[in-house]
């Protein structure tokens, strides 16, 4: 912690001269190793009663210093560029004194002739109360001609408002762990597209990661492919671009730590221009089979259990991100005989499956209760929706995924993410693929508890295969069950997490 601090010092542009008060001699070696005055405080001023006042006034007697600035160690977070700011707002206001402060206005009690009463007029919402600045331990600058023994304050004073990750004053543990957490943070961008083509699977599993960091990440779209919309209803900052060259631009101006690309294949001349960024980011990959993916710090290919091109290359089901709301959910239970059943073939559904099972199932054959959930980019859902029924519950957007899985005994889906769902759940699937990348989508086997029925999967095929499917016996449903649930799909989120944090 004295480090940072040393190093904010010796790294503001405003600041010509650095002085460390201490009567510790591994204190004095830390300075000495920075170049460093090193003030030896006698003992008088080092017991528990000495103010910071007095120490400030002995280190800096002799000093022809205009301004002091007074930092403390237990203040690791602050921003160098920020302690710059204040210094410029104290000359430019022509301030005896300037306080870091952080504003926390909260509804708070006193006491008061020996009574409990309250510190405020009005109950109010947080957003409402009036500001409540409360000092820290980043800085107070002072001139020097109004330092004393007693004090720093002048009459020319004001706050300076920081920002709450900059202000972790650390005097307990728990604010030590705070101030780690913040300094190891990484700022992050994430290149993601979701169409009516490729589906919105790559915004959803980004989504995802996105609030498994303790930033919020900045998120880039092609606008040639990909709306806002697709998003949904998120607080993240959505930029588009309209070509490669403006995408590196904006990567550039970010100065990001870390790039996180879910794009689909990237090029090995796309992850050259990252490599070129001046702040030298970690780049990541998902689902990434392009000549790009070798160039990557990681790529993670959860839909794939090919092996590995490299070493920073990880794939299979054991990097599929589950959506936390799933986390909540137990695995069905396999009854004696179906009468519900989950369909759903992703945001898009290319192929249109959804249009000819729902012909299919509208026959008086079929006699079961079919849940369908079309996709947030599914064309002609007006049309589709005519086939509602008694036995046929069609549904837009599902905001409850996992509840409405969960009332099935069967699931009919195409080859993408929703099968690691359905897995999740221990729902026997039928799956067919859309084209021939999810035909390498090889989650979805027998070997792993589904009944698959190959790509491109004609109207006839369906029907064969759905009779079939429904004609499986309990012990076989039940024999599917167990092969899904044997795979862990529970940690994928923190073995990608792992995997970033040790970039």
């Known amino acids: 912690m004295i480090a940072y601090c040393i190093e904010n010092a010796i790294n503001s542009t405003m600041i010509n001269e650095v002085i460390v008060t201490s009567d510790s001699e591994e204190v004095r070696t830390i300075a000495n190793h920075y170049g460093v005055e090193y003030k030896s405080r006698c003992r008088e001023l080092c017991d528990d009663m000495t103010t910071l006042d007095e120490v400030v006034f002995d280190a800096i007697e002799n000093s022809s210093a205009d301004y002091v600035v007074t930092m403390q160690p237990t203040s690791p977070t602050l921003n160098c560029s920020t302690l710059d700011k204040a210094i410029n707002y104290v000359i430019d206001n022509e301030l005896d004194t300037l306080i870091s402060v952080v504003n926390k206005p909260n509804l708070s009690w006193k006491e008061e002739g020996g009574q409990i009463v309250p510190a405020y007029s009005e109950r109010l919402n947080r957003q409402y109360l009036p500001k409540n600045y409360i000092e820290t331990g980043a800085f107070i600058i002072s001139k020097r001609s109004v330092i004393t023994k007693k004090t720093r304050i002048g009459k020319r004073i004001r706050v300076y408002e920081i920002p709450e990750n900059e202000a972790i004053c650390v005097d307990s543990f728990l604010d030590l762990k705070s101030a780690e957490m913040i300094l190891s943070e990484k700022k992050v961008a994430i290149v993601t597209v979701g169409n009516k083509t490729i589906g919105l699977g790559h915004i959803y599993r980004t989504l995802e990661l996105a609030d498994a960091f303790y930033v919020k990440p900045d998120f880039y779209y092609d606008t040639a492919t990909t709306s806002q919309e697709a998003f949904g209803m998120t607080t993240y900052s959505l930029n588009g671009y309209d070509s490669r060259e403006e995408l590196i631009n904006q990567l550039e101006d970010g100065k990001y730590d870390l790039i996180i690309n879910d794009t689909l294949d990237t090029d090995r001349e796309y992850i050259h221009s990252l490599r070129q960024l001046s702040a030298n980011p970690s780049i990541i990959s998902f689902e990434d089979i392009g000549s790009g993916a070798a160039f990557t710090d990681l790529t993670i290919n959860a839909l794939y259990n090919s092996n590995s091109i490299a070493d920073h290359v990880y794939s299979g089901y054991k990097y599929y991100i589950a959506p936390k709301l799933f986390t909540l959910y137990s695995p069905i239970s396999i009854n004696k005989e179906v009468k519900n059943i989950f369909v ?41 929706m005519e086939y509602q029924s008694d036995r046929i519950h069609i549904f837009s957007d599902v905001k409850n995924m996992p509840e409405l899985m969960g009332k099935c005994d069967l699931a009919i889906t195409s080859r993408g993410r929703t099968c690691f769902e359905l897995a999740y759940l221990g729902i026997p699937t039928m799956a067919l693929a859309q084209n021939k990348r999810e035909m390498a989508h090889d989650f979805a086997s027998d070997e792993n508890g589904f009944f698959f029925l190959g790509e491109n999967v004609s109207e006839e095929r369906i029907d064969e295969g ?36 040790s970039l």
């Not at 959804?354 to 064309?379: C, H, M, N, P, Q």
């Not at 599917?480 to 944090?501: A, E, F, T, V």
């Open 344 to 384: 759903c073939f992703g945001g898009a559904d290319p192929q249109k499956y959804t249009d000819k099972l729902l012909r299919l199932i509208s026959d008086d054959y079929y006699e079961y209760d079919f849940f369908v959930a079309l996709g947030r980019a599914k064309d002609n859902k007006d049309i589709l």
């Open 466 to 501: 759905l009779k079939e499917f429904l004609s499986f016996s309990y012990d076989t449903r039940k024999l599917m069950q167990n092969k899904m649930l044997m795979k862990d799909l529970h940690h994928g989120r923190d073995r990608i997490k792992s995997l970033i944090d």
